[in-house]
């Protein structure tokens, strides 16, 4: 299997993710959303999880946390390892000292994900008094320390408000201070700039990196924006119609993604090259859940798609050097990208 | 300081509220084909013309509506309601005495309703669509649609009667006195004397019609917890708890509890001012003398003084309910603030 912890040769391996598959029951059938998904993340680096919605990203990183609503939800196979133990089969009050303390998660909207009820205060003060066994006065004042740190003016203040006297960029740096009070080894960031203006992103990004070096954390960084990628990872996992379908270091990725439908993504990155004017897109739609292709999944919109593809459906590959690749012809796409720019000679 | 000013104004709006309801009533009560002197003098009185004209002299039925009205408008703002034709006391005065019954057994209903409404709601919702829920679910029906009279009786003879568990109509068992009256609500004035063996026994009196009349409501406030207490646990920040490493429990007492009261509270306040509206049936077959009963037989009478006297009570309450559910909201969501 692909980026196993010697490939990239970082270090030790924080969190495994073996052949992990998620299913969803609905009423107009199972929907397979996580199919053999196998990642892992190393200590300290930032990894980034790109594909676009539905591609089974977030649902992967809800696996982690337990959080797949079940129902309908129902992992049917896999394991998640971290630290040597499965998450998937530890009983709950286990997995209730886990989150919040060694494995953390932000969201996507910040405008939702605090309780309007509550002082921001008390649900940045919550995972210390869960999971620390801190004293209340020993909380606050960890909690206003968390809250100078993630870049909150008068945290005196903001401490006794509630959520919905902040604006977005500042409930996402709440989310923050309340996702990182325990230190967590691990921290999963879903979308975390997504719901924000462009200039608050930039912030909250460069806040993640400081605050990924001063605590030392491992990120999940889940994304459907290469930008957000380019700027934060160390190593990227692409994701397609719920499997993995490429892993690169992040510099290999840029330059010669070998996957069809990576390539797209990084061509579809908007430019204000004059030699680009026109705003490139991948043709098609994400295929239907209920009706999987037969062969690869990416076959119906891809250029280079043979007619082995359309029949059966290829292994994620491991090239060595880190890099895995889910493709029939990924020599094809590899010499392409690596020689000119615009395809031309595909189909 | 915000919520004082908003308050002040709803209580001015509120005298503006009562004089409407006044004036409604009034004009109900004039419209109705109906005359008072015929209900309230017995038949043989009728034919002495005499008798007649003193009668309309007497509750001044022969001055023009507008006349009477502004009369009674006027005594009014001078706390007098008028004189009851039927029980010939201060309309007040048999307010007095008859609301502390009622209002002791709708604050019972309505604490009965709230506390099992709330467990069954929270118990449905938590084991959604399992065999608990589905019984649950079937109790709040059988509270929302069974007939209170057929209730009463079926507890009556149940409880009362067959098993004996309970004791049957009325405030307080015949070998009890009263308690000295301060607020006329026997458990209190129990409490306040120190008497123990009454406070027991009108506690005990209470629990039939409380629960008969607590029925109705605790099955809505049963379905409205459920409800929204499961859309609230499939919002973001239930997930955000969750993934704090917040207990389940902890979850929905901490977090969704608290959220899903906001709707619950309107209708604990309806149900609330509809228990203090009289329970003519319920009253009327637990032997409870309470303003439901008051307000029957003042309509029976035409007795348009009480009758108007116990509308404006019902107006105000309603007023009053409203005003504290109101403040609830601005305990319970710090959201809602009121300018």
Redesign the interface.
């Known amino acids: 299997m692909a980026s196993k912890k010697q490939d990239a040769g970082r270090g030790e391996v924080l969190l495994q993710i073996e052949h992990l598959s998620v299913a969803f029951h609905t009423v107009e059938g199972v929907h397979n959303a996580v199919r053999d998904v196998s990642y892992t993340v190393q200590k300290g680096e930032t990894l980034g999880v790109v594909g676009e919605s539905g591609s089974g990203k977030s649902v992967t990183a809800l696996s982690i946390?337990r959080?797949v609503p079940n129902p309908p939800g129902e992992t049917t196979g896999g394991k998640i390892l971290f630290d040597s133990r499965d998450l998937l089969s530890l009983p709950?009050?286990e997995i209730?000292?886990?989150?919040?303390?060694e494995i953390?998660?932000i969201?996507q909207?910040p405008m939702?994900?605090?309780?309007?009820?509550?002082t921001c205060g008390r649900q940045i003060m919550?995972?210390l008094l869960?999971?620390k066994g801190c004293g209340k006065q020993e909380a606050r004042q960890r909690a206003l320390e968390m809250m100078r740190l993630v870049g909150i003016p008068i945290p005196e203040q903001r401490i006794k408000e509630?959520p919905?006297q902040l604006s977005g960029g500042m409930r996402q740096r709440v989310?923050i201070a309340?996702a990182l009070i325990c230190q967590p080894k691990l921290l999963i960031a879903d979308e975390p700039t997504t719901a924000l203006d462009v200039t608050i992103q930039a912030q909250i990004l460069e806040l993640m990196k400081r605050l990924k070096r001063e605590l030392n954390s491992s990120i999940i960084m889940i994304t459907h924006d290469l930008g957000v990628i380019a700027e934060m990872c160390d190593r990227v996992v692409v994701m397609y119609a719920g499997q993995v379908v490429e892993i690169s270091e992040i510099d290999g990725l840029f330059d010669h993604p070998y996957h069809p439908y990576t390539e797209g993504l990084i061509q579809s990155i908007p430019t204000i090259r004059p030699d680009r004017p026109k705003l490139y897109s991948i043709e098609g739609t994400v295929p239907n859940p209920f009706a999987m292709p037969k062969g690869c999944s990416f076959a119906p919109r891809c250029r280079y798609a043979k007619d082995l593809c359309r029949e059966k459906s290829p292994a994620l590959e491991d090239l060595g050097g880190g890099r895995a690749v889910r493709c029939w012809c990924w020599r094809d796409t590899g010499k392409r990208s690596a020689g000119t720019e615009e395809g031309g000679e595909a189909q | 300081m915000n919520i004082l000013r908003y308050l002040g104004r709803r209580l001015l709006f509120t005298v503006f509220l009562l004089i409407g309801v006044s004036l409604m009533v009034y004009i109900i009560s004039y419209m109705v084909p109906s005359d008072p002197v015929v209900a309230n003098l017995s038949a043989r009185n009728i034919d002495n013309e005499e008798m007649v004209q003193a009668y309309r002299e007497k509750w001044g039925l022969d001055e023009p509506f507008y006349k009477q009205y502004l009369t009674y408008l006027n005594n009014l703002l001078h706390g007098d309601l008028g004189t009851s034709l039927r029980t010939e006391r201060a309309v007040l005065d048999d307010l007095k005495l008859y609301f502390p019954a009622t209002l002791e057994l709708s604050i019972f209903g309505i604490l009965f309703a709230v506390v099992f409404g709330m467990l069954f709601g929270v118990i449905s919702a938590i084991k959604r669509n399992k065999a608990v829920d589905q019984i649950l679910r079937g109790v709040s029906v059988v509270g929302v649609s069974v007939p209170v009279f057929w209730m009463a009786l079926l507890l009556l003879y149940l409880l009362y009667l067959k098993w004996g568990i309970f004791p049957g109509p009325g405030r307080l068992s015949a070998y009890l006195t009263p308690p000295a009256h301060v607020t006329g609500l026997y458990t209190v004035d129990a409490i306040l004397a120190g008497d123990w063996a009454v406070f027991w026994d009108a506690l005990q009196h209470l629990c039939l019609p409380g629960i008969c009349v607590g029925l109705f409501t605790m099955g809505l406030i049963s379905r409205t917890t459920r409800s929204s207490l499961l859309e609230v646990l499939s919002?973001?920040?239930i997930?955000?708890?969750?993934?704090?490493?917040?207990?389940?429990k902890a979850v929905i007492v901490k977090?969704a509890l608290?959220?899903s009261l906001i709707s619950v509270l309107t209708v604990i306040g309806l149900g609330f001012g509809n228990l203090l509206g009289g329970m003519v049936l319920a009253e009327s077959v637990f032997g409870w003398p309470g303003i439901g009963q008051y307000a029957y037989k003042s309509a029976q009478n035409l007795d348009f003084p009480a009758i108007v006297g116990v509308s404006l009570l019902i107006a105000l309450n309603y007023v009053v309910i409203n005003m504290v559910v109101d403040i609830l909201y601005c305990v319970?969501?710090?959201?809602v603030r009121y300018r």
């Open positions: 946390m959080l709950m009050e209730n000292r886990i989150r919040g303390n953390s998660m969201f909207e939702t994900s605090l309780n309007p009820i509550h919550e995972p869960l999971h509630y919905h989310m309340m | 919002l973001d920040y997930r955000t708890a969750r993934a704090k490493g917040v207990k389940e977090h608290g959220n319970l969501d710090p959201r």
